[in-house]
């Protein structure tokens, strides 16, 4: 995207750098990561790096208002309430599409956001390692907020364990050695101490939560939750003793309603150059667009693209019951912004990662996650056996260059 960096970066990339830099990172956690980590990270010029800071406070705008959480309420899923919710998320990803606008320059345009965890811990150990192994420019960073590594750690740490021992913290998901984002688990077992623990190996015993290690039972205080509720609905094979929404004597670090709150659910209540037209399908009263072609139909209650109809017509939209339960969202369409050494163009998605801890008025700017794709959508099916596409990081231009 700064085209000097970017053509002195092509220049000097090889196949046995991008091997070396995989070695380390699969050495380092000892196994190989699942999903593609991509050639190379991408630099951002300082105009589009302005826009991004804007886009994310249009939005944090909108979130840190008092009637916020009731303009959410119906967000939340008939029996999926979870008992002692915080005043506001701890996590926040906000992500965007790379587009171009009717200048030409480079924008970005919001394709959704997630009052969720996401690869906080592991996104600082790519970063490192892409700047050890690639001639990076020293003076980019892929941290916001003033924020060094050992800054961002310490206060990652202090989001997660909330001053509690980190035994006494769980990292919570689905069989977390099976998903294909452990490696941040490990990352975050690395740098806290945290254990990752499947949700059907937690014990209750009256309002406490317990699970087993080194033949003992270890009480557990506070959650770190990366349990997707539309994964764990889908798994009745699982036997558990503690559901999401049981009335326990535990803290959340992330508590799971405002992954309902902040999500496709609440982009209707946004109003900035970049958040595309979004609307519910029932605000419509029947009267949809004449060019449905130019929309993206989406189911709020689903995750990772479920149900998602990309190629909207009339029947699809006539068709649906639920009509408040779809959002309308306007087409945009990702630049190729980042160009491959074979001349190909990249699409780019860059997600904003924030931390808000107790006591701030905001959510605090952190860093960031980069997702490339040469196919028709981001997404491991349009990508399939092509290279330069995949996870990343991006390094900012600082303001003083």
Not at 258 to 269: D, T, V
Not at 289 to 303: A, H
């Amino acid at each position: 995207m700064i085209p000097s960096i970017r053509n002195q970066f092509n220049q000097q990339f090889t196949d046995q750098k991008y091997k070396a830099f995989l070695e380390e990172l699969f050495t380092r956690f000892g196994h190989e990561i699942e999903f593609r980590i991509a050639e190379t990270p991408v630099f951002i010029p300082k105009d589009l790096k302005n826009r991004l800071f804007e886009a994310c406070d249009h939005i944090i705008d909108v979130i840190i208002q008092p009637d916020f959480m009731a303009k959410t309420d119906r967000a939340i899923p008939e029996g999926k309430n979870v008992p002692h919710e915080d005043k506001h998320a701890q996590f926040l990803a906000i992500d965007f599409a790379i587009c171009e606008d009717s200048d030409g320059n480079l924008t970005p345009q919001l394709i959704e956001m997630q009052g969720f965890p996401s690869l906080f811990a592991f996104q600082d150990v790519i970063s490192e390692t892409f700047r050890k192994h690639y001639a990076c420019p020293p003076d980019f960073d892929h941290l916001f907020s003033g924020l060094t590594s050992e800054k961002y750690r310490e206060l990652l740490g202090r989001v997660i364990l909330n001053g509690h021992n980190p035994e006494n913290v769980v990292l919570m998901d689905i069989e977390p050695e099976l998903q294909k984002t452990k490696v941040d688990f490990m990352a975050v077992n690395e740098f806290f101490g945290v254990p990752s623990v499947c949700i059907s190996k937690l014990k209750k015993h009256g309002r406490k939560l317990f699970y087993e290690a080194d033949g003992r039972d270890i009480e557990v205080k506070r959650i770190y939750n990366r349990v997707i509720f539309d994964e764990l609905d889908r798994r009745t094979d699982l036997n558990l003793q503690f559901h999401m929404n049981d009335d326990v004597d535990v803290e959340w670090a992330g508590h799971p309603n405002w992954f309902f709150r902040i999500s496709k659910f609440s982009m209707p209540l946004l109003d900035s150059p970049y958040v595309p037209e979004t609307k519910y399908l029932s605000d419509y009263n029947g009267n949809f667009p004449t060019d449905l072609e130019n929309y993206v139909l989406k189911p709020l209650f689903s995750f990772a693209g479920s149900g998602v109809i990309y190629d909207v017509k009339a029947e699809d939209v006539n068709s649906i019951q639920d009509s408040e339960n779809y959002i309308l969202q306007k087409k945009i369409y990702y630049a190729p912004a980042l160009k491959a050494p074979d001349g190909d163009g990249v699409k780019t998605e860059i997600r904003m990662l924030f931390l808000w801890p107790y006591g701030a008025e905001r959510p605090i700017a952190c860093t960031n996650l980069i997702r490339f794709s040469k196919g028709v959508m981001m997404g491991v099916k349009f990508n399939h056996n092509k290279t330069w596409v995949g996870g990343s990081t991006a390094f900012f231009e600082p303001e003083t260059n």
